[in-house]
């Protein structure tokens, strides 16, 4: 079992910037991909971002290209997102999921751990 617990959320201006967290625990031996989720209020959970465990690869979804930026820090078994130039549209319950199917996979059903999710309110 992997347990995943999300920090960082938290209300932001926009154009403004946060820093999510994700700390891995267990048997993170297992982990081969992380990533982050996102889900607004009345619509469907989206992918956001991802990374390979042991590899370095990611991906991301189009509408944070170039805003967003995934990480990983193996020694401390801690997932990151950088989120910069916010917008209203990025408000969301933010989740970390762990997968031990494939690498850098962009689809939930790849993902096997999930955190508690972290909010992130946008205002303008």
């Known amino acids: 079992q992997v347990q995943l617990v999300e920090s960082g959320g938290g209300l932001v201006q926009t154009g403004g910037s946060l820093r999510l967290s994700c700390a891995a625990s267990g048997r993170t031996d297992s982990i081969i991909s992380m990533g982050w989720f996102r889900q607004a209020p009345g619509k469907e959970r989206e992918f956001v971002a991802c990374v390979g465990w042991t590899v370095s690869i990611s991906y991301y979804v189009d509408s944070v290209k170039g805003r967003f930026a995934i990480s990983r820090d193996r020694a401390r078994n801690t997932l990151y997102l950088q989120m910069n130039s916010l917008k209203s549209e990025d408000t969301a319950a933010y989740y970390c999921?762990?997968?031990?199917?494939?690498?850098?996979?962009?689809?939930?059903?790849?993902?096997?751990?999930w955190g508690q999710g972290t909010q992130v309110t946008v205002s303008s």
């Open positions: 999921a762990a997968s031990k199917r494939r690498i850098a996979s962009r689809t939930q059903d790849d993902y096997v751990y």
